[in-house]
């Protein structure tokens, strides 16, 4: 199984509202991702958690709260969010310690904010 | 991490060979050369990586002068199939820092 799952495939919320982003692989990979992808731009790295624990935040607005509670599941924690963070949400995964620089990508979560 | 730089967009023909070619003129000794290949609405997929000189696959080629500043990825006769947008990234091997440049949005007509 070579497959990342994200939950749910769309998501419209309002600015006020609190909703969750989820994100599943069963590959044994050690570390996970999330990234944030505005139309016709590259993806950007948000959080990067390497055996459960935060390894890299790339300076995201608290706004924006991730959760690694095992190694096969990742959360993205959404709350007070404002209209400018409607994007594609993408999760990855990734071996550690393996001689690739491959990582697995989810087809993401469309998140729209009004 | 090394910057990239590649064409904004490309079009080609089905059954062609096309070329992309990513710079990335302050390569570190130990970063490797890698890329995604992305469709709409989707997730980016690994392609094919390298160090030096030429890797070959199941579904590109990769080419690196001994200099390691530019690298390119070639498809072989290119479907329709083959639309999507085409990133190099650079980095160290057990890097987690993933960063995409801006990619090259391939168009392939009939």
């Known amino acids: ?114 | 991490l090394a910057k990239t730089t590649q064409p904004i967009s490309m079009d080609s023909y089905e059954g062609q060979e096309v070329n992309i070619t990513c710079s990335h003129n302050n390569i570190a000794t130990n970063d490797y050369i890698t890329w995604y290949q992305q469709f709409p609405s989707q997730g980016p997929r690994f392609i094919i990586q390298g160090y030096k000189t030429k890797v070959t696959n199941e579904v590109a080629s990769l080419f690196i002068p001994a200099d390691r500043k530019s690298s390119t990825l070639s498809l072989p006769r290119v479907s329709l199939s083959d639309t999507a947008v085409y990133y190099c990234l650079v980095g160290p091997l057990y890097g987690q820092n993933f960063v995409f440049g801006p990619g090259t949005r391939l168009s392939v007509l009939p």
């Not at chain 1, 958690?49 to 995201?60: A, G, M, Q, R, T």
Request: contains cysteine; charged residues 20%.
């Open chain 1, 1 to 114: 199984d070579t497959e990342v799952t994200q939950t749910p495939k769309h998501l419209v919320m309002g600015m006020t509202n609190k909703k969750s982003l989820k994100c599943e692989q069963h590959m044994g990979h050690r570390a996970m991702y999330w990234y944030k992808q505005k139309a016709k731009k590259p993806p950007e790295l948000m959080f990067v958690y390497s055996y459960e624990k935060l390894s890299i935040n790339e300076s995201v607005p608290s706004r924006f709260s991730p959760e690694c509670p095992n190694s096969s599941l990742l959360n993205l924690h959404l709350h007070a969010l404002q209209p400018e963070d409607s994007a594609l949400y993408l999760c990855a995964s990734s071996q550690e310690d393996t001689e690739t620089y491959e990582q697995y990508f989810g087809p993401g979560t469309r998140l729209t904010v009004t």
